[in-house]
C-alpha cells in the first residue's frame, strides 16, 4: 500500500476514480483525518498512505499519496463533524456505477464517545461538487454544502432526509464488454459524442484518448470496422485510463498544468531578487568610487584661489602626481562645487554601506526561493493543489466593480479606460454589454450565461451604467445595450473605445443604484 501513487486529474471521470479505488483495500484501519485547507480533507490509511478527497468545485478528485497532504486540525464546520463523526474502521469502498459518486463505510469506534457506523458519499460531480455524512441506514447527518428545494427539487441535501442518489442513467459498462459487436450503438455517430454519450465512465477528456489508442480521428462517423479498435482500446482504457500523448500520463498532464503557474510566479520573484543581487553589488563597488570623489572634492578646495567665477572645466595639478581634469557647475562657486563631489562620495558610501547590510538577507532569499522551485517541481498533485489555492488568494483582485444584480445575474463596471477594455474583452459572446448613450461613460457587463436577462437586471446594470457616466444626476438617460457579440474594438482605436449594433434603449436616472456590491 505504501506506494508512490496518485491518480488524478484536473477533471477526473468515473474510469480514472476506479483506478483509485482498485488501490484501497478493505477493511482496512484508518489514523484520523488531516484538513490541508478549507476544500480538503485527508483520511490517513495503514502505512501512512493518505486518501486526499478535494471536494470543491469546480475540479473535484480524489488521490493516494504517501507524501503527506500537510494537513492540520478541521478548519470549517463541516470538517469538525467529519472528524467527529466519521471514524473507526474503512470497511467497504464502492462506486455507483462509473458514476463520479464513491461510498466510503467506516464501521465507527467505541470510547469515552462512541462514534457509529457511518457513511461517506463524496460527489465528484464537478460544478455540484459535495461531500455528504450519512448514518448507516441513509439518512444526511451532514454535508459541506447543503441543497435545498429552492435550489434542487429532485436532490435536498440537508440532515434528517434520506440521501438520494443522482438520477439513474443507462451506459456500457467498458469492464463488462466482451465483443466488439456489443458496441453497435456507436455507429453512425461522431466517435467522441459517442463515447461520452453510450460508455459509463468516460468524459471527454478518456474519449480523446480512446480514439488515440485506437489510433483513429476523434470526429470521423464509426462504422462497422472501426469497432475491434474501439473494443481493445477500452479494454486498455480499464486497465490504465491514464494518457499516453507523447509519452506522459494525465498525472504527469495534470502535475505540470499546475506547476506552471506556480514556477511562473516564482521564477517572477527569483528574476526581480537577481536584478536587486545586481544593484546591490554595483552599489557595493562604488565604496571605491567614494574616495576618487572626495579627492576630486579635496582638490578644488585646494585650489579654490586659482578657479575664476563661471569656469565649467578646470585641470589641475594632483598632488598624488599627474594632473586631473574636473567639470564643475559654473553657477556655483569652489566651496560648492566641493560640496557636490562630497555628496556625491557620501550617497556612494551609503550606497555601498546598505549593500553590505542587504546583500547576505537577499542571498539566503534567493537560496530559500530556488529550494521553493526545487520543492514545487517535486510536489505531488494533493500539494501543487493546496499551493494553488494559495497563489489565487493572493492574486490581484479582477479588475472593475463586481456587483450582484437581481435574479442573481453578475454585473461588472468598468471605471477606467483600461478596465472598460479589460472587462469587454473578457466578457462571453452572450453576455449583455451596456453603454450610456453618445457620452462617455463606464462599460457594464452583465454576466447572462446565456440565460435570458430580466428587465429588472437590466435596468438595474443600465442606472449603473447611467451613474458611472458624465450623464450622473440627470434623469431620463439613455442608456444602450446589446450581446458583447455585436461589440468590438476598430483598428487603431484607442482602449476602450468600441463600436457596436443591434442595440435598444433604456431611460434610467444617472443616480447610484442600491442593492448589493462588491469591489
Given at each position: 500500500m505504501c506506494l508512490p501513487f496518485f491518480c488524478t486529474v484536473e477533471f477526473m471521470e468515473g474510469l480514472q476514480i476506479a483506478a483509485v479505488l482498485r488501490r484501497l483495500k478493505t477493511p482496512q484501519a484508518t489514523h484520523g483525518w488531516r484538513f490541508p485547507d478549507e476544500g480538503t480533507a485527508s483520511?490517513?490509511?495503514?502505512?501512512?498512505?493518505?486518501?486526499?478527497?478535494?471536494?470543491?468545485?469546480?475540479?473535484?478528485?480524489?488521490?493516494?499519496?504517501?507524501?503527506?497532504?500537510?494537513?492540520?486540525?478541521?478548519?470549517?464546520?463541516?470538517?469538525?463533524?467529519?472528524?467527529?463523526?466519521?471514524?473507526?474502521?474503512?470497511?467497504?469502498?464502492?462506486q455507483l456505477?462509473?458514476?463520479?459518486?464513491?461510498?466510503?463505510?467506516?464501521?465507527?469506534?467505541?470510547?469515552?464517545?462512541?462514534?457509529?457506523?457511518?457513511?461517506?458519499?463524496?460527489?465528484?460531480?464537478?460544478?455540484?461538487?459535495?461531500?455528504?455524512?450519512?448514518?448507516?441506514?441513509?439518512?444526511?447527518?451532514?454535508?459541506?454544502?447543503?441543497?435545498?428545494?429552492?435550489?434542487?427539487?429532485?436532490?435536498e441535501v440537508k440532515p434528517g432526509i434520506p440521501w438520494r442518489p443522482p438520477p439513474p442513467y443507462d451506459k456500457l459498462d467498458p469492464r463488462k464488454i466482451r465483443d466488439p459487436s456489443e458496441l453497435g450503438g456507436l455507429l453512425g455517430k461522431p466517435l467522441l459524442r459517442a463515447l461520452v454519450k453510450q460508455i459509463d465512465g468516460i468524459g471527454p477528456n478518456l474519449a480523446r484518448e480512446t480514439a488515440k489508442?485506437?489510433?483513429?480521428?476523434?470526429?470521423?462517423?464509426?462504422?462497422?470496422?472501426?469497432?475491434?479498435?474501439?473494443?481493445?482500446?477500452?479494454?486498455?482504457?480499464?486497465?490504465?485510463?491514464?494518457?499516453e500523448?507523447?509519452?506522459?500520463?494525465?498525472?504527469?498532464?495534470?502535475?505540470?498544468?499546475?506547476?506552471?503557474?506556480?514556477?511562473?510566479?516564482?521564477?517572477?520573484?527569483?528574476?526581480?531578487?537577481?536584478?536587486?543581487?545586481?544593484?546591490?553589488?554595483?552599489?557595493?563597488?562604488?565604496?571605491?568610487?567614494?574616495?576618487?570623489?572626495?579627492?576630486?572634492?579635496?582638490?578644488?578646495?585646494?585650489?579654490?584661489?586659482?578657479?575664476?567665477?563661471?569656469?565649467?572645466?578646470?585641470?589641475?595639478?594632483?598632488?598624488?602626481?599627474?594632473?586631473?581634469?574636473?567639470?564643475?557647475?559654473?553657477?556655483?562657486?569652489?566651496?560648492?562645487?566641493?560640496?557636490?563631489?562630497?555628496?556625491?562620495?557620501?550617497?556612494?558610501?551609503?550606497?555601498?554601506?546598505?549593500?553590505?547590510?542587504?546583500?547576505?538577507?537577499?542571498?539566503?532569499?534567493?537560496?530559500?526561493?530556488?529550494?521553493?522551485?526545487?520543492?514545487?517541481?517535486?510536489?505531488?498533485?494533493?500539494?501543487?493543489?493546496?499551493?494553488?489555492?494559495?497563489l489565487r488568494k493572493g492574486a490581484k483582485p479582477p479588475p472593475g466593480i463586481r456587483l450582484s444584480a437581481p435574479g442573481g445575474f453578475e454585473v461588472w463596471v468598468g471605471r477606467n479606460d483600461k478596465e472598460n477594455e479589460l472587462l469587454t474583452r473578457s466578457a462571453r459572446s452572450q453576455d449583455v454589454w451596456l453603454h450610456v448613450q453618445g457620452l462617455p461613460g463606464s462599460h457594464v457587463?452583465?454576466?447572462?450565461?446565456?440565460?435570458?436577462v430580466p428587465l429588472d437586471t437590466l435596468l438595474y446594470a443600465a442606472r449603473w451604467a447611467a451613474y458611472y457616466s458624465k450623464a450622473r444626476g440627470e434623469k431620463n438617460v439613455a442608456v444602450d445595450y446589446t450581446l458583447k457579440k455585436y461589440v468590438w474594438r476598430p483598428r487603431k482605436a484607442a482602449a476602450g473605445q468600441v463600436l457596436y449594433t443591434r442595440a435598444k434603449t433604456l431611460f434610467v436616472d444617472g443616480v447610484r443604484p442600491e442593492g448589493p456590491r462588491r469591489e
Open positions: 483520511l490517513v490509511l495503514e502505512g501512512g498512505v493518505e486518501l486526499v478527497m478535494q471536494y470543491k468545485p469546480p475540479q473535484p478528485s480524489i488521490s493516494l499519496s504517501n507524501k503527506g497532504s500537510g494537513g492540520g486540525p478541521p478548519r470549517t464546520p463541516f470538517q469538525k463533524q467529519l472528524a467527529a463523526r466519521v471514524r473507526g474502521a474503512l470497511t467497504r469502498v464502492e456505477k462509473l458514476d463520479r459518486v464513491v461510498f466510503f463505510e467506516f464501521g465507527g469506534e467505541s470510547g469515552f464517545v462512541d462514534a457509529p457506523a457511518t457513511r461517506l458519499i463524496v460527489e465528484l460531480t464537478g460544478r455540484n461538487a459535495n461531500i455528504i455524512i450519512c448514518d448507516n441506514k441513509g439518512l444526511i447527518l451532514g454535508a459541506d454544502r447543503l441543497i435545498g428545494g429552492d435550489v434542487n427539487r429532485y436532490r489508442r485506437a489510433s483513429l480521428d476523434a470526429q470521423r462517423i464509426v462504422n462497422e470496422a472501426d469497432l475491434p479498435a474501439i473494443y481493445h482500446a477500452l479494454l486498455a482504457l480499464v486497465e490504465n485510463p491514464e494518457s500523448i507523447s509519452g506522459r500520463s494525465w498525472r504527469e498532464e495534470s502535475r505540470e498544468t499546475l506547476q506552471k503557474p506556480l514556477l511562473a510566479a516564482l521564477d517572477k520573484r527569483l528574476k526581480t531578487l537577481r536584478r536587486r543581487l545586481g544593484d546591490l553589488e554595483k552599489a557595493r563597488d562604488e565604496a571605491d568610487r567614494a574616495e576618487y570623489w572626495r579627492h576630486l572634492g579635496d582638490l578644488v578646495l585646494a585650489y579654490a584661489h586659482q578657479l575664476k567665477p563661471g569656469t565649467e572645466r578646470v585641470t589641475l595639478p594632483d598632488w598624488q602626481g599627474g594632473e586631473m581634469t574636473l567639470d564643475l557647475n559654473p553657477a556655483l562657486d569652489a566651496p560648492g562645487n566641493a560640496e557636490r563631489f562630497y555628496r556625491r562620495a557620501r550617497r556612494a558610501r551609503k550606497r555601498a554601506a546598505r549593500a553590505d547590510r542587504e546583500e547576505p538577507l537577499l542571498r539566503r532569499e534567493i537560496n530559500e526561493l530556488q529550494k521553493e522551485i526545487a520543492a514545487v517541481k517535486e510536489a505531488d498533485l494533493p500539494l501543487l493543489r493546496r499551493l494553488s489555492k494559495e457587463i452583465i454576466r447572462s450565461g446565456g440565460k435570458p
